[in-house]
């Protein structure tokens, strides 16, 4: 668990996160680490972000420290057994362990809800940050073939 004191929690994702999830995506902070590099028009991201909530392939939670929304975790599910990972904090919540509580509570959630054998996590090369998180999570390198050029895969896997 972190250091910290900060109570961390994740809930569902509903439409009312919409708007809030759409400025995190946005913003330089985000945009800078993440794996297009490109920002999203509102009308994109709605209805890729009305799908998340609808559907059945992918799972957001949000992050709670304290009571306060301060970033997410999702998966998308690539088949029976694998779904992938995508995780962030807004800035002001990084580089205390709250992103690696993060991770591991969701992941737990994600076993405790769906029957996939592993989760995948494509990690940015020049992304320390996000290597050292899934690292301090449990994530391990392994090859999947499901990460795109410029990535490298960690994996989880379900405790036996």
Not at 57 to 82: C, E, P
Not at 104 to 127: M, Q, S, T, Y
Request: a neutral charge.
């Amino acid at each position: 668990m972190s250091t910290s004191a900060q109570a961390i929690a994740l809930r569902p994702a509903t439409m009312q996160d919409a708007e809030m999830v759409f400025l995190w995506r946005n913003s330089p902070f985000i945009l800078a680490r993440g794996s297009s590099q490109k920002e999203v028009a509102w009308e994109e991201h709605l209805q890729w972000f009305c799908e998340t909530v609808v559907g059945s392939r992918r799972k957001m939670l949000i992050v709670l420290v304290n009571g306060q929304a301060v970033g997410q975790v999702r998966f998308d599910r690539v088949d029976d057994d694998t779904a992938t990972i995508s995780a962030y904090l807004i800035e002001t919540h990084t580089g205390r362990g709250l992103g690696v509580d993060a991770i591991r509570i969701g992941c737990n959630i994600l076993f405790n809800d769906l029957p996939v054998a592993r989760i995948v996590a494509c990690v940015r090369e020049d992304n320390g940050a996000a290597d050292s998180g899934f690292r301090k999570a449990g994530f391990v390198p392994s090859e999947t073939g499901l990460c795109p050029a410029g990535h490298y895969t960690l994996v989880l896997r379900r405790e036996s």
